[in-house]
């Protein structure tokens, strides 16, 4: 009788040979075509990818892999998602990105199909307001400063990265006499990180 040696479980490329199993058998006949080279395919699986529209939150960001198809791994197989190398992340606000993965797990291919995701960067909310002011009729034109405050910036962002200007508008730019002017705030110089924001402003009056 004889047996095969060099079976393998795992994708790759090997020799497989034949021989007796005893040493009688040996002695009294030869095996031809004792070598045989075959591959082991790995498995094609379709990746699971999570939520596609993510927001601003001034850090490179994409959709990661969160599962494969049920019943796709074989009995006793596990991935670790963690070690998945995602290229094509974004930090701005936008639509059209796409995000693929390059490299394979050992036995498992990624389906051409579930490679890559295309995903959108929605803008983060933010908020700016200005303090009511008071000051004294003194027959000047009125020194329009403020205080303002921003509430939902975002990692390094800053107010003058948003906005680097801010105009109070008409009433407060022509304020001089005695009396109650509306402040109406906007964008008179709009920053590098503007479009990341969907701008609300709360406004008072002076």
Do not use: H, M
Not at 88 to 102: C, D, L, M, R
Not at 146 to 151: K, M, S
Not at 172 to 187: E, F, H, P
Request: aromatic share 12%.
């Amino acid at each position: 009788s004889t047996k095969v040696v060099g079976e393998s479980k795992d994708a790759g490329n090997y020799t497989a040979y034949v021989e007796f199993v005893n040493d009688i058998d040996k002695l009294n006949y030869t095996i031809s075509n004792i070598f045989q080279e075959y591959t082991i395919s790995a498995k094609v699986i379709n990746a699971v990818w999570g939520n596609s529209t993510l927001v601003y939150n001034d850090k490179d960001q994409s959709p990661k892999i969160i599962d494969f198809e049920s019943n796709s791994l074989c009995e006793g197989d596990s991935l670790d998602l963690g070690k998945i190398n995602y290229i094509g992340k974004q930090i701005n606000a936008g639509t059209g990105y796409t995000v693929t993965i390059t490299e394979n797990f050992k036995n498992y291919d990624i389906s051409s199909s579930t490679s890559s995701c295309e995903f959108q960067i929605t803008k983060a909310p933010l908020t700016i307001r200005v303090e009511n002011k008071e000051v004294e009729y003194d027959g000047g034109k009125f020194d329009d400063s403020f205080n303002v405050t921003a509430e939902g910036l975002l990692g390094n962002d800053t107010l003058s990265s948003v906005i680097s200007q801010i105009y109070y508008g008409d009433e407060v730019a022509n304020a001089q006499n005695a009396d109650t002017y509306q402040i109406v705030l906007s964008a008179k110089q709009q920053g590098v990180d503007y479009n990341n924001y969907t701008v609300t402003y709360e406004e008072g009056k002076t």
